[in-house]
């Protein structure tokens, strides 16, 4: 069973910088399109970037630009890297499948991005 596990997060001023890790020990994340979402304070989950099995990538307009979203197959690993990041960008951060079921068992604890001066 897939279980995620993100890291990475932390308190950075605006305009900075922060580079999220999305691993699974016991599943093969290569077989799937994979995602970061994000939920902000008061606000519903929301998709940030995804990555398909061959590298493809979008992102959401609010982001494009300062983020990317990577992936290292042979580190059954996700990344996220954050640049440039806003107040706005405050965020618990989750990974997941691009076709992620909404089930709570199916995600991660996240980590929690908080962008303030």
């Known amino acids: 069973q897939v279980q995620f596990v993100e890291s990475g997060g932390g308190l950075v001023q605006p305009g900075g910088s922060l580079r999220l890790s999305c691993a699974d020990s016991?599943?093969?994340?290569?077989?799937?399109?994979m995602a970061w979402y994000r939920q902000g304070p008061g606000k519903q989950r929301e998709l940030v970037a995804t990555i398909t099995i061959g590298g493809y990538t979008t992102y959401a307009d609010s982001v494009k630009g300062r983020f990317t979203i990577s992936r290292d197959n042979a580190k059954n690993t996700v990344y996220l890297q954050m640049n440039r990041l806003e107040p706005e960008d405050t965020a618990v951060y989750y990974c997941n499948t691009v076709h992620a079921n909404s089930d709570p068992r199916y995600w991660g604890k996240g980590t929690l991005v908080t962008v303030s001066s």
């Open positions: 016991g599943s093969d994340l290569g077989i799937y399109a």
